[in-house]
Each structure stands twice: as C-alpha cells, then as structure tokens.
C-alpha cells in the first residue's frame, strides 16, 4: 500500500482540482482503509495491491467526501501497485519514512490526529522509489477526476487505468 503521506498528497492535489464539501470527512476517508486491521476487508479485495474498485462503487457509491476519499484511496493503492511500484521490497517502508518530511513540506500536509503516532520521518537515502517519479506519481494520480470515472456505465477500471500516464 502506498504510505500514508503519499495517500494525503494525492487528496491534497485532488481536493485543489475539485469542489470537496467536506474536506475534513474526505482525508478521514483517505486514510481510514489503512487504519482498518483487517486490509482484504477495507480494501474490498483479496490483498491491497488488488482492491475492488468496482465492489466498493457498486456497495457505496461516492455520494459523500468521505467516500470520495475512500475511492480515491483504493484507486491510489491500486494504480500504485499494479501501474507505478516495478518491483515490491519490504525496504519500501522505509523509504517512506525517509520521505515523508519531503512530502508533507511540498504538498502542504496537516497529518491528521489519528495517524500522527504511526508517521515517522527519518533522513537517508531511498533504496526502492525514486523521489522525482513519486512526486509525478502523486501529481497524475491527484488530478484524476473520480466522479467523471465512476459516472461511466459497466466501465472496467483495470482497462480504463492502464490509459493513465505518469
């Protein structure tokens, strides 16, 4: 799963490209599917490198910003596996940590309450991500249009990511 800085830089770059009513509800919805023990199950799939965009739309819907973020959150995770991360390395977390100051600083990130005491920040050198793909990664992925994607009929998520450029 991408971290939990990467998840709220794409939904601060998203909430600047779209109208969120809520924006306290939207980060809530951002962050919450990692929150939840039980990943398969918040992620509406097997494992989170595969989770169920078309299960979660069809179960909720995106009709409040919390399920927005939710979906955003889900897509992110998806994209980030299966379209961005070349090779999977438990080494990924801490780049992630090393990364994180970077982040918060570029993309203007207030942590939320609930995960401050699980972000870290450390210094170092990346050994799995490199930055300036990550930052286009996070940019690409925070001006997709959700709701433009999910007004669709019997759309194939996997086939309609695959035309997404990063």
């Known amino acids: 799963m991408a971290g939990y800085m990467i998840h709220l830089a794409i939904g601060s770059v998203y909430a600047q490209n779209n109208e969120i009513e809520d924006l306290q509800s939207f980060y809530k919805g951002i962050i919450e599917p990692d929150m939840i023990d039980n990943k398969s199950k918040s992620h509406y799939g097997l494992v989170t490198s595969q989770p169920g965009l078309n299960k979660f739309i069809k179960l909720n819907g ?5 399920k927005e973020g939710y979906f955003l959150h889900l897509l992110t995770d998806y994209l980030f596996y299966n379209r961005f991360l070349e090779n999977w390395n438990p080494d990924i977390y801490n780049d992630y940590d090393k990364l994180n100051t970077r ?11 609930e995960i401050e005491s699980v972000v870290q920040f450390r210094t170092g050198k990346l050994n799995v991500l490199n930055e300036g793909k990550l930052y286009r990664f ?7 249009n959700v709701r433009e994607i999910i007004s669709k009929k019997d759309i194939d998520y996997e086939n309609e990511l695959q035309q997404i450029e990063f």
């Open 138 to 144: 996070i940019d690409c992925v925070g001006k997709i």
């Open 62 to 66: 995106i009709s409040t910003s919390y």
């Open 103 to 113: 982040i918060k600083e570029k993309y203007k990130i207030l942590i939320p309450k």
